[in-house]
T-cell receptor
Framework: EDQVTQSPEALRLQEGESSSLNCSYT??????LFWYRQDPGKGPEFLFT???AGEEKEKERLKATLTKKESFLHITAPKPEDSATYLC???????????FGKGTKLSVKP | EAGVTQSPTHLIKTRGQQATLRCSPI?????VYWYQQALGLGLQFLLW???????NRGNFPPRFSGRQFPNYSSELNVNALELEDSALYLC????????????FGPGTRLLVL
């Protein structure tokens, strides 16, 4: 069964305290691994797409990496405005839809 | 460049009624996707339209239906509303059906009383 598992479910950091979020995905037939940020009551905001193991992408304090079984979202020196739910999703085969994990709710305290 | 737009932002209906939600994709995007995000649950795939055709649907009953218009905008219809249909309905678009990145709209919050 296609499945995306994110951990931890929730993460509380102090401002400046770096950490990583994990996403385990279905290995067979992966066509893309996506990271989104979602603020409460709003639509997900696209962050990164990764296509192959070893690929890395960066944007400000965020860096996404992909291995053969997992993806990581590294957050360096986070600020309170980075507080949000971070969603990981996979695209499999020719289905069209994305399969989402339940997300990691990040809270960064000043 | 304008993003994905959805209307209305909020919708309140009573059980048994019908709801119609609308979505306009990013200019140049031909694929439109609908997702449901119920409280405490992840995003669940509903429907995928491309070039006016339904290409795939998720594990939802037939009372969830929709269509895509020639200008690529889309409509989601939910018939015989049930209380558990209360959720945030999200529309996303992509350039084509080659698994391009999906960009999401702000969503329509549907409340069924």
């Amino acid at each position: 069964e296609d499945q995306v598992t994110q951990s931890p479910e929730a993460l509380r950091l102090q401002e400046g305290e770096s950490s990583s979020l994990n996403c385990s995905y279905t290995v067979s037939g992966l066509r893309g691994l996506f990271w989104y940020r979602q603020d409460p009551g709003k639509g997900p905001e696209f962050l990164f797409t990764l296509y192959s193991a070893g690929e890395e992408k960066e944007k400000e304090r965020l860096k996404a990496t992909l291995t053969k079984k997992e993806s990581f979202l590294h957050i360096t020196a986070p600020k309170p405005e980075d507080s949000a739910t971070y969603l990981c999703a996979e695209a499999i085969g020719s289905q069209g839809n994305l399969i989402f994990g339940k997300g990691t709710k990040l809270s960064v305290k000043p | 460049e304008a993003g994905v737009t959805q209307s209305p932002t909020h919708l309140i209906k009573t059980r048994g009624q019908q709801a119609t939600l609308r979505c306009s994709p990013i200019s140049g995007h031909t694929s439109v996707y609908w997702y449901q995000q119920a409280l405490g649950l992840g995003l669940q795939f509903l429907l995928w339209y491309d070039e006016g055709e339904e290409r795939n649907r998720g594990n939802f009953p037939p009372r969830f239906s929709g269509r895509q218009f020639p200008n690529y905008s889309s409509e989601l219809n939910v018939n015989a509303l049930e209380l558990e249909d209360s959720a945030l309905y999200l529309c996303a678009s992509s350039k084509d059906r080659a698994q391009e990145t999906q960009y999401f709209g702000p969503g329509t919050r549907l409340l069924v009383l």
